[in-house]
């Protein structure tokens, strides 16, 4: 369709934007040129409308709108200032990963404000009394979306909190004209005080629409409780099977850890797990995945 034709080169043009930054930070070649944060706005306010254009469409792809996430999150790890510099090894008494780069900040914003927005749509249709087909398969898809955000989340608890301070204090000695050359990019990339804000204010918006949906997930798990499908011995036996989605991201570096623990007994010929869980036991794991992020993380 037209809309998701431009949803989709809006995200492209949105990440090109932040990924062609981190390059200019990585090349030894060019110089940083400033981010120009306005042409950033303007992308990511036609993203955001342009996705609540598509999200609303009862055709609504789970696989576009996983797509979207799974990128998202890609360029929050790619534009970290571990991935930028520390795996140079030049850092020798101190870890650097806990400052904000620019694009990192940047491609925060661009997550949860697209998690808020997926959330709100969940919140609006769970609490309309329509028994419509159309509108529970939409749910569906997007939980899924939400339940890999909350596993990748869960994983990196320091995205979760707001940044207060991002001030760049070096302890390590300069030993080396690389460090040196680092040391004088850093403070140029770190996100900036009015950044800060834009990042704190998205997330704070993305947490107050999924606490919302607390209610009608702690219901749905109940309401599995009690249904057909669960048994504590099933639900024990479930815990160790992948998802769908998991068999998909297999190898994507930000959830490697997560997803390979599900990898453990699999089948010596196709490298995969036997079986994957069905699709009640998933929506089942999916709440609960979102109910952890809200009740230990958020």
Known sequence: TIKLKVLQLLYIKIFQFIIKYVMSIKSTNQSIEPIDINEFDVILRDLLLSFDDYINLFNVSETIINELIVISIFTVHYSSIYEIFDRSNVFTNQSISHYRTIPESLALIVLFSLINKI????????????????????????????????????????YSSNLVDNTFDPVDSVSSNELITIYSIIPVILSKESIIRSENRSRSSMKSSLGILSDFIQDQIKRFETSSFYTPSSFKANSKLPLKEHLELRGFLPLRETIESYFVNVDPLTNYPPHVLSEEPSRDRRLRNIMILLSDVL
């Open 119 to 158: 959330a709100a749509v969940i919140c609006r249709l769970t609490n309309t009394s329509s028994t419509d087909k159309n509108k529970k398969s939409i749910v569906n898809r997007l939980i899924t979306s939400l339940s890999i955000f909350s596993e990748w989340l869960t994983s990196n608890p320091k």
